[in-house]
Structure formats: structure tokens, C-alpha cells
């Protein structure tokens, strides 16, 4: 899909993917300065406090808080984002997706291109292949601007 990632998600009733570091600031805030996290924050109150936590306990894991699934691409917000990190996360997106399925959810689950604003990988030729391999059905949408 082509447009604004987050009036799709109202539109659509969907979850959205934001792309985020694991560095926390000395007030226990995940630091979401730039691009879809800094936008998700405005968003969403309490976002970068809740996700401060989360990564203090389970570091570089998905963070899901309706309908915001946060999805670590690097540890340090200053560097590019890494493919691995992208891979885990699209793994461990597709075992949220079974879960969410297994309780009634069947919403879809708006992806950005996952690492490749400021995170600086090529969509082309190494995140989509990966992206492309893992998350398989029609439930995951890219959505592009």
C-alpha cells in the first residue's frame, strides 16, 4: 500500500510496525527522537517510558502495546540499523501474528520499511529478500510513502 502509514492504521484497524533502538535515556525513557518512533511517541503517551522498561528487561525483543508493535533495528540510535536485528524481529513478528490470530485477532499488521529510513539498509537487496522469506500470508502489509 502507498500513503501515511498511520491514517492506514486508523482506516485499517490495524497494528503498526515502528522501527526503534534499545537505548534508554537516564530518566528510564526509550529515546525516540526521529522518524516513525519519534512520530509513535507524540502519538501514544507513556509509549517511550513503557518501552523504556520493556528494554531494560528484554533488551532488543518486540514491544507490542495496541496497536504499536515496536521492533528494535539497532542497539544505538546514532548507528545503522542492523539486518540481524530485522531478522529476529520479522520471526518474532510472525510468531505475534499466530498468537494474535489464536485469540480472535486478525487485524493487519502495517509494516514500514523496516530499517532502511534512518537505519540506512537497502530495502532491495537486504530487507526485502528477508522480509519477503519470513512473513509469509497476506496479513503483513508494507506500506510505502
Known amino acids: 500500500m502507498t500513503g501515511d502509514i498511520?491514517?492506514?492504521a486508523t482506516e485499517l484497524d490495524a497494528w503498526v510496525?515502528?522501527?526503534t533502538n534499545t537505548c534508554v535515556r537516564q530518566d528510564n525513557k526509550a529515546v525516540m527522537g526521529a522518524g516513525?518512533?519519534?512520530?509513535?511517541?507524540?502519538?501514544?503517551?507513556g509509549?517511550?517510558?513503557?518501552?523504556?522498561?520493556?528494554?531494560g528487561k528484554f533488551d532488543s525483543r518486540l514491544y507490542v502495546s495496541n496497536p504499536v508493535i515496536c521492533l528494535p533495528t539497532k542497539h544505538?540510535?546514532?548507528?545503522?540499523?542492523?539486518?540481524?536485528?530485522?531478522?529476529q524481529g520479522c520471526y518474532e513478528l510472525l510468531d505475534l501474528a499466530r498468537i494474535l490470530s489464536s485469540v480472535g485477532d486478525a487485524r493487519p499488521i502495517l509494516l514500514p520499511q523496516l530499517g532502511c529510513g534512518l537505519g540506512g539498509l537497502n530495502w532491495e537487496r537486504q530487507v526485502?529478500?528477508?522480509v519477503d522469506s519470513i512473513?509469509?500470508?497476506?496479513r503483513f502489509v508494507l506500506v510505502t510513502q
Open 47 to 55: 509509549l517511550a517510558e513503557n518501552l523504556g522498561v520493556h528494554i
Open 135 to 138: 512473513l509469509e500470508g497476506d
Open 17 to 19: 510496525v515502528v522501527p
Open 128 to 130: 526485502r529478500p528477508l
Open 76 to 87: 544505538n540510535w546514532r548507528n545503522p540499523s542492523k539486518i540481524e536485528f530485522v531478522e
Open 36 to 45: 516513525m518512533a519519534k512520530d509513535a511517541a507524540d502519538r501514544y503517551p
Open 6 to 8: 498511520w491514517n492506514l
